[in-house]
């Protein structure tokens, strides 16, 4: 391991609802926007796009899905490198090599950067200089090809409690100190861990994090409740038929949600684990983006449906679904009235939340397999064609 009434009223209402959009210090900024995975973003949106503000080329694919702070945007690239980027100008500001091709989202905290990295390692990286603090390497690898073109999915951190929550390839969540890297647990997910198990356990998708308990799954299908502090299970659930479950799990009104290759959306008590109610895709599509979950309506991409639904939360009842062109392994962000989601046939989509019609959509050059953060009026997101997009 390395290591006047009416102005004022105005301008009140103006400073609340900026503060309300940015994080505080000691407030870790995640993969979808909190540690509870929401995908909501409480700042202005983009009703329609007036031209791109900026565009930044990596050499490889940008599947990783930024983070912003700090006038900051934060991501990696399948050329195996994090970025920095000043969201201003879409400048440069440092750029860090990693042993391995990034599509993991960063997180930060502290002045502090964490990246998963295709090499099995997470790294601290301070924010202003880019300069490596310590690395945490897992020593349980199990080194493989994916299994297919759909298995670039990799754990993203999640920071609670000053720990940093991860998973890996070879099917272990691990907790890390946030200051300086030591090993506070690691939780195997296999019951018996044998040769054969350990090829098809991996932990792709990213935990959530909610008072004091920790929420991931495992690619065989079982989704697992952990105690932060002590890394002892709480609960666990068997999603049942091809339980690869790639999307990560979103946590709102005591309910934990998250999809698979199982076809199925599960809405699980955050405390027991005891299914709410599961939701099938009309055509056996896989489900494997992370949902968003607003005023009871959650919204979700689909594969093989080539559709974003929005279901009722607390039922799972469909209110609307968008069929599309292309899949959609992007998991949507809600703003503004809008959800924006990435699909394969390289375009951005803005779905009015109400209708489920389209109000806009943005082309690229290559499939969006990332998903899109929100921030002050600018829309953030990577491609294929090997650009971070900052539309406005």
């Known amino acids: 391991m390395k290591k006047t009434l009416n102005g004022t009223l105005v ?7 900026f503060v309300g959009c940015t994080p505080k210090d000691n407030e870790a900024i995640v993969f979808r926007g909190d540690t509870k995975h929401t995908g909501v973003y409480d700042t202005k949106g983009v009703k329609e796009v007036k031209g791109v503000k900026w565009k930044f080329k990596t050499q490889g694919m940008v599947r990783s899905s930024a983070v912003i702070s700090k006038n900051t945007a ?4 399948s050329d195996t490198f994090l970025y920095a980027v000043d969201t201003n100008t879409g400048l440069e500001k440092w750029k860090l090599k990693t042993g391995g091709e990034i599509s993991a989202t960063p997180a930060v905290f502290n002045d502090t950067v964490y990246i998963i990295s295709g090499d099995e390692c997470l790294y601290a990286v301070d924010v ?7 690395r945490f390497e897992v020593k349980e690898k199990f080194k493989k090809a994916p299994a297919d073109y759909f298995d670039y999915y990799q754990s993203s951190p999640t920071i609670g409690d000053n720990t940093v929550f991860f998973g890996s ?7 890390v100190n946030a200051g300086d890297g030591s090993l506070k647990w690691a939780f195997d997910t296999l019951p018996k861990r044998t040769a054969a198990l350990a090829k098809t356990s991996i932990l792709m998708n990213s935990p959530a994090y909610h008072n004091g308990v920790v929420y991931f799954a495992n690619s065989l299908g079982t989704f697992f409740a ?20 790639q999307a990560s799990p979103a946590i709102a009104d005591g309910m934990v949600y998250f999809g698979g290759r199982n076809t199925k959306i599960h809405a699980l008590d955050i405390q027991t684990g005891e299914e709410k109610w599961t939701f099938t895709s009309a055509n056996g599509s896989w489900m494997p983006s992370t949902p968003a979950i607003h005023n009871g309506i959650l ?3 689909s594969s093989d449906d080539l559709a974003l639904y929005a279901l009722n939360a607390k039922t799972g009842e469909e209110k609307w679904k968008y069929t599309g062109e292309g899949r959609m392994f992007s998991s949507p962000a809600v703003c503004d009235g809008l959800v924006y989601i990435g699909s394969a046939d390289k375009k951005l989509n803005a779905i009015d939340i109400a209708s489920g019609k389209v109000k806009w959509q943005f082309s690229t050059e290559g499939a969006v397999e990332s998903s899109p953060v929100v921030f002050d009026g600018v829309i953030y997101f990577g491609s294929d064609d090997g650009y971070l997009y900052a539309i406005n």
Do not use: H, M, P
């Not at 202003?128 to 310590?134: D, I, S």
């Open 74 to 77: 934060y991501f990696g690239s």
């Open 169 to 175: 390839r070879s099917g272990f969540c691990y907790a």
């Open 299 to 301: 919204y979700v991409g």
């Open 128 to 134: 202003n200089t880019g300069k490596e603090k310590w």
């Open 11 to 17: 301008l009140i209402l103006v400073l609340f609802t």
């Open 226 to 245: 952990i105690n932060a502090d002590s890394g002892e299970q709480k609960w666990k659930y068997l999603a049942g038929g091809n339980g690869l479950i």
